[in-house]
């Protein structure tokens, strides 16, 4: 039997933002990427769509290469070894998320707070990443995958996963707490069900009615669009609609003392508030992405908490009406690109 091996692989390549009604990703044939010393190439089985991508398509997040191939919720199987790697071998099904890199020294990077660091870099946005059938990372920025999750379902909790949970902890839910999310896609969907595991109660608010009954079929305490008004008050509050007047809508359904977590890469400007408004010790913070503790302690938490992912799959042809569909809405909870 003669084994041919090929050079070439296909990808979804953006060489200009533009809308992502004008199609902006190109479906190329492109070579295969070599890995260098403490890198490994990964097989690709599929790969998340995150609403980054489509910052990152239509320039809302200024281009760092001239072209790229975006996509960070990566699963699939370290398939070649460069120098020196030593944390895995060939087969190991692994994950690659948004945080591609970091320097390792600076302060930031010394005190646990690796998402902060002023030279981090990013799959699909500095890298080319998981919307093509091979891609590189470094050894020390991936993660060995030990759920029984099949490729499709672990692939949300990559990113979406990863930085929900971390905007859940800053956020100080817990037991007893009254929890709002604001915007039901891809994060909401899985931190809801982590937040009613720890014993909070989940309001839930969402522009499409597909979005509210995922969130009710969820468990979710309450229900309502967005600019709804809860039954009661709020203690914290979660937000992932990149849309700064919906910040504001948080801040007015807030209890004294409750927090705002912001997980958007991404938003337009906050309109202005009112003191009185903010005033009895609520507070606003933003959440930078994850780190790779916050990957690791998810993990840890899934073998006591089990999680469901919904998701639609398309294939790598459909990438950009995957993304059309999801800036429009019309996607129930997690896109995944499979690439098998």
Same mark, same amino acid.
């Given at each position: 039997?003669?084994?041919?091996?090929?050079?070439?692989?296909?990808?979804?390549?953006?060489?200009?933002?533009?809308?992502?009604?004008?199609?902006?990703?190109?479906?190329?044939?492109?070579?295969?990427?070599?890995?260098?010393?403490?890198?490994?190439?990964?097989?690709?089985?599929?790969?998340?769509?995150?609403?980054?991508?489509?910052?990152?398509?239509?320039?809302?997040?200024?281009?760092?290469?001239?072209?790229?191939?975006?996509?960070?919720?990566?699963?699939?199987? +370290?398939? $070649?070894?460069? =120098?020196?790697?030593?944390?895995?071998? @060939?087969?190991?099904?692994? #994950? /690659?998320? *948004?945080?591609?890199?970091?320097?390792?020294?600076?302060?930031?990077?010394?005190?646990?707070?690796?998402?902060?660091?002023?030279?981090?870099?990013?799959?699909?946005?500095?890298?080319?990443?998981?919307?093509?059938?091979?891609?590189?990372?470094?050894?020390?920025?991936?993660?060995?995958?030990?759920?029984?999750?099949?490729?499709?379902?672990?692939?949300?909790?990559?990113?979406?996963?990863?930085?929900?949970?971390?905007?859940?902890?800053?956020?100080?839910?817990?037991?007893?707490?009254?929890?709002?999310?604001?915007?039901?896609?891809?994060?909401?969907?899985?931190?809801?069900?982590?937040?009613?595991?720890?014993?909070?109660? +989940?309001? $839930?608010?969402? =522009?499409?009615?597909?979005?509210?009954? @995922?969130?009710?079929?969820? #468990? /979710?305490? *309450?229900?309502?669009?967005?600019?709804?008004?809860?039954?009661?008050?709020?203690?914290?509050?979660?937000?992932?609609?990149?849309?700064?007047?919906?910040?504001?809508?948080?801040?007015?359904?807030?209890?004294?003392?409750?927090?705002?977590?912001?997980?958007?890469?991404?938003?337009?400007?906050?309109?202005?508030?009112?003191?009185?408004?903010?005033?009895?010790?609520?507070?606003?913070?933003?959440?930078?992405?994850?780190?790779?503790?916050?990957?690791?302690?998810?993990?840890?938490?899934?073998?006591?908490?089990?999680?469901?992912?919904?998701?639609?799959?398309?294939?790598?042809?459909?990438?950009?009406?995957?993304?059309?569909?999801?800036?429009?809405?019309?996607?129930?909870?997690?896109?995944?690109?499979?690439?098998?």
């Amino acid at each position: 039997m003669i084994v041919v091996y090929t050079k070439m692989m296909k990808a979804q390549v953006l060489r200009k933002p533009k809308k992502i009604e004008e199609k902006p990703l190109s479906l190329e044939e492109v070579r295969k990427p070599e890995p260098l010393a403490d890198e490994v190439r990964i097989k690709v089985h599929c790969c998340g769509i995150c609403l980054t991508d489509k910052h990152i398509c239509e320039g809302e997040l200024p281009a760092k290469c001239s072209k790229i191939i975006p996509g960070h919720q990566v699963v699939g199987v +370290v398939e $070649a070894l460069g =120098r020196g790697i030593n944390r895995f071998k @060939l087969g190991d099904r692994v #994950g /690659a998320v *948004w945080l591609a890199s970091t320097c390792g020294s600076c302060r930031y990077c010394l005190s646990l707070r690796e998402n902060l660091c002023e030279k981090a870099t990013f799959n699909g946005w500095d890298h080319n990443g998981g919307y093509a059938e091979y891609m590189v990372a470094k050894e020390g920025f991936i993660h060995l995958l030990r759920s029984e999750m099949t490729d499709e379902h672990i692939a949300p909790l990559l990113c979406a996963g990863v930085v929900g949970y971390r905007s859940l902890v800053i956020s100080g839910a817990g037991k007893g707490s009254k929890l709002g999310l604001y915007g039901f896609g891809n994060s909401a969907h899985i931190i809801l069900q982590i937040a009613k595991y720890i014993g909070a109660s +989940v309001y $839930a608010f969402a =522009r499409s009615e597909g979005h509210r009954l @995922l969130a009710k079929k969820l #468990g /979710a305490a *309450w229900v309502g669009d967005i600019n709804d008004y809860p039954p009661e008050r709020l203690d914290q509050a979660i937000v992932f609609a990149p849309a700064g007047e919906v910040v504001k809508k948080a801040l007015l359904d807030l209890d004294r003392g409750g927090k705002i977590a912001i997980n958007a890469i991404h938003m337009n400007d906050i309109p202005s508030i009112r003191y009185a408004d903010l005033y009895y010790e609520k507070s606003i913070q933003s959440v930078t992405h994850g780190t790779r503790k916050d990957a690791q302690d998810l993990f840890s938490f899934l073998k006591e908490c089990p999680l469901h992912t919904e998701v639609e799959i398309f294939s790598l042809s459909q990438v950009n009406e995957a993304l059309l569909k999801q800036k429009q809405s019309k996607m129930e909870a997690a896109g995944v690109i499979s690439i098998k």
